[in-house]
């Protein structure tokens, strides 16, 4: 049997990483060493490095607005490269500050813009209220749970489908009831948490997507998920 294997890159992990959103490659690496899979960790500065290690899964997560100009450059620098990625299927999951990035436009609260890489077609402004507490999302993946603390509100451009509809809590934009995004295998959501150590069958959706963009079979065995299953059960019931 052909040993399978996974490279995970974290992208800006010193600037864009609050509320627990490293344990995002945590749990992936949990999850593939229990099916056996290898797993290889890349820490991912500059966004060039991202093709020349051979990521399959890129994570990034979330961040200040101050951080978000800190690394806005680098990515618009290599914005192409990682559309074209991201076009041949890269699978991605960006949190709040990197999701707003990964979107056309950034407006924060003192009017300046941070272009994004527009890899998907949201637009995000920020407002003078945050958005704060536990959110529920009934998604394709189960009732998916998280944390949002966001000024941003996101837009989803009339192609985009969104990640699930706001059960609790306020998403996207706390107006039209939509949270997060998926493009091709691009997901963008403001659920931190970290969203994959309490909602595994999102978690297994990432990995099966990566191994069928290895050309293998996206299959996994299953794994007992009766932990993680009671922590997003108590999560859920948590109030907001
Ligand atoms: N700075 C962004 C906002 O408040 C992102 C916040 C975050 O990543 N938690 O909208």
Redo the contacts with the bound molecule.
């Keep these: 049997m052909v040993k399978r294997s996974i490279t995970i890159g974290h992208l800006y992990p010193k600037q864009m990483n609050?509320?627990g959103d490293m344990g995002n490659v945590i749990t992936l690496q949990y999850r593939l060493k229990a099916r056996g899979i290898d797993t290889n960790y890349v820490s991912l500065d500059s966004i060039c490095n991202i093709k020349k290690s051979n990521v399959d899964i890129l994570i990034g997560g979330?961040?200040?607005?101050s951080n978000?100009g800190l690394i806005q450059q680098d990515l618009l620098s290599g914005a192409n490269e990682l559309k074209q990625l991201c076009d041949n299927g890269l699978v991605c999951l960006m949190i709040?500050?990197m999701y707003?990035l990964f979107g056309t436009k950034f407006v924060t609260q003192d009017g300046d813009e941070l272009i994004g890489a527009g890899i998907i077609d949201v637009e995000t402004r920020?407002s003078n209220d945050?958005l704060i507490g536990n959110i529920v999302v009934d998604s394709q993946w189960g009732k998916m749970v998280g944390f949002e603390?966001?000024?941003?509100r996101t837009y989803l451009g009339n192609a985009v489908k969104e990640l699930g509809k706001v059960i609790k809590g306020a998403g996207n934009n706390g107006g039209d009831k939509t949270e997060g995004c998926v493009v091709n295998n691009v997901f963008g959501t403001y659920m931190?948490g970290p969203v994959l150590a309490k909602n595994p069958e999102f978690a297994d959706e990432l990995i099966s997507r990566a191994l069928v963009q290895q050309g293998g079979s996206g299959s996994l065995d299953p794994i007992d998920d009766s932990l993680e299953n009671l922590a997003a059960q108590i999560a859920r019931a948590r109030p907001r």
């Design positions: 609050v509320y979330g961040g200040q607005d978000q709040c500050g707003q920020a945050r603390n966001h000024s941003g931190h």
